[in-house]
Structures are given as structure tokens and as C-alpha cells.
Nanobody, 125 residues
Framework: VQLQASGGGPVAPGGSLSLSCVAS????????MAWFRQASGKEREFVAA????????DYADSVKGRFAISRDTAKNTVFLRMNNLKPEDTAVYLC???????????????????WGQGTQVTVSS
């Protein structure tokens, strides 16, 4: 599976952005798709994940209530809606996919085999 992320850019604090990640082929119901981010000089961190079949979601505490992950199964696309952005949200955002992943592993980047190229989000006044 190849993943193509888009939608990043500059935004002022308090603003919103929506990211998209398109998969090159239809993923099976067992797939999990996720967003991670990596700020300069820092480790990759989990942002959000969604189960492709049932739509169950999980979020990092730092983004709960501000970010929302969703998917369009007909378009093989996962979205990340980001509201009330803060400077600390600045990072390269990467989408990832993996099949048959237990929920306790959703937040672990090492568990994902498929990665997109990333899109830069910069939150600054």
C-alpha cells in the first residue's frame, strides 16, 4: 500500500487545517490507519488512529478534543481535522497503515509497515 498525504501548510495559532491521506488501493477491513507527527529534533509521536472497518478511533492526550480522524472508505482516504492549533503542534505529519493491529499497538510507530511521505504543518503567528 502506498500512502500520499497532503493538506499541510502554515496556520496561525487557534486556526484549523485538514490533512488527507490517500491509499493506493482499497485496504481490508482489518487495517488501521494512523497519523503520527515528528517535530524537528524529536521522536515520532502518535496523533490519532482509526480502524478501517468499524471506525473506532484513538487519540493522543495532547490532541483530544481538538483533532478528529475520519475515513472515507469509498475513496480509500483518511482525514485529520485539526482545530485550535497550537505552536507545539508544528511538525511533519505522516500517515501510516497496518493490517491486523491490536488496539494497544495503535500508538506504536514501530508496528506500522506502510508510511506516507509526510506533510509539514507550521503553527506560528
Amino acid at each position: 500500500v502506498q500512502l500520499q498525504a497532503s493538506g499541510g501548510g502554515p496556520v496561525a495559532p487557534g486556526g484549523s487545517l485538514s490533512l488527507s491521506c490517500v491509499a493506493s488501493r482499497r485496504t481490508s477491513g482489518r487495517f488501521v490507519m494512523a497519523w503520527f507527527r515528528q517535530a524537528s529534533g524529536k521522536e515520532r509521536e502518535f496523533v490519532a488512529a482509526i480502524n478501517w472497518a468499524g471506525g473506532a478511533t484513538d487519540y493522543a492526550d495532547s490532541v483530544k478534543g481538538r483533532f478528529a480522524i475520519s475515513r472515507d472508505t469509498a475513496k480509500n482516504t483518511v482525514f485529520l481535522r485539526m482545530n485550535n492549533l497550537k505552536p507545539e503542534d508544528t511538525a511533519v505529519y505522516l500517515c501510516a497503515a497496518e493490517g491486523t493491529l491490536i488496539r494497544s499497538s495503535w500508538s506504536m510507530p514501530s508496528q506500522y509497515d506502510y508510511w506516507g511521505q509526510g506533510t509539514q504543518v507550521t503553527v506560528s503567528s
